[in-house]
T-cell receptor
Framework: AQRVTQPEKLLSVFKGAPVELKCNYS??????LFWYVQYSRQRLQLLLR??SRESIKGFTADLNKGETSFHLKKPFAQEEDSAMYYC???????????FGTGTQLKVEL | GAGVSQSPSNKVTEKGKDVELRCDPI?????LYWYRQSLGQGLEFLIY????????KSGLPSDRFSAERTGGSVSTLTIQRTQQEDSAVYLC????????????FGPGTRLTVL
């Protein structure tokens, strides 16, 4: 079975501080990992996928197969980063996404 | 072009009634997914369509739930004899092909069962 764990329900940081949103997964194989973001009153949207190895809005995430982690990082948080962040996995169990429970990021001034 | 659209945006119904939720995927997207977002369970997969076929229905919680897709486009999720525990936001997503690398989500339908 595939499983995604986001241990923090809420993460509060000050503007300009570094951010790390944790994500661990359980999967016996080669998964695809994603980060989705949901801003207030907006739809869920794709932020990052590990196969692209890209940086979006200053966010990066590296897949660590040894630690089965895919933590989301940003060196300097901005107020507009405040949102709900979901880590998701896709594996052999069809094309469905398995989501973590989400972390609410709050960036304070 | 337009993104994934869903209707209605909100639905309030009485326990025991049937409801139909509609999803219009992005034009040309052959894969379509239904998910449910609820307070207690987070985001859960319900069913996946490739074209008009549903190769993965493993997430449907009971036989009261069914879905169909016609013309490789619009999909309808039907919940019969609704229960209070069916209250949730139902999300639809589509992707270009049978790969989840680019799933685009709709705004959701908020279902409230009284």
């Amino acid at each position: 079975a595939q499983r995604v764990t986001q241990p923090e329900k809420l993460l509060s940081v000050f503007k300009g501080a570094p951010v790390e949103l944790k994500c661990n997964y359980s999967y016996s194989g080669s998964p695809e990992l994603f980060w989705y973001v949901q801003y207030s009153r907006q739809r869920l949207q794709l932020l990052l996928r590990h196969i692209s190895r890209e940086s979006i809005k200053g966010f990066t995430a590296d897949l660590n197969k040894g630690e089965t982690s895919f933590h989301l990082k940003k060196p300097f948080a901005q107020e507009e980063d405040s949102a709900m962040y979901y880590c998701a996995l896709s594996g052999l169990e069809g094309n469905k996404l398995t989501f973590g429970t989400g972390t609410q990021l709050k960036v304070e001034l | 072009g337009a993104g994934v659209s869903q209707s209605p945006s909100n639905k309030v119904t009485e326990k025991g009634k049937d409801v139909e939720l509609r999803c219009d995927p992005i034009s040309g997207h052959t894969a379509l997914y239904w998910y449910r977002q609820s307070l207690g369970q987070g985001l859960e997969f319900l069913i996946y369509f490739q074209g008009n076929s549903a190769p993965d229905k493993s997430g449907l919680p009971s036989d009261r739930f069914s879905a169909e897709r016609t013309g490789g486009s619009v999909s309808t999720l039907t919940i019969q004899r609704t229960q209070q525990e069916d209250s949730a936001v139902y999300l639809c997503a589509s992707s270009l092909g049978p790969s989840s690398s680019g799933q685009f989500f709709g705004p959701g339908t908020r279902l409230t069962v009284l």
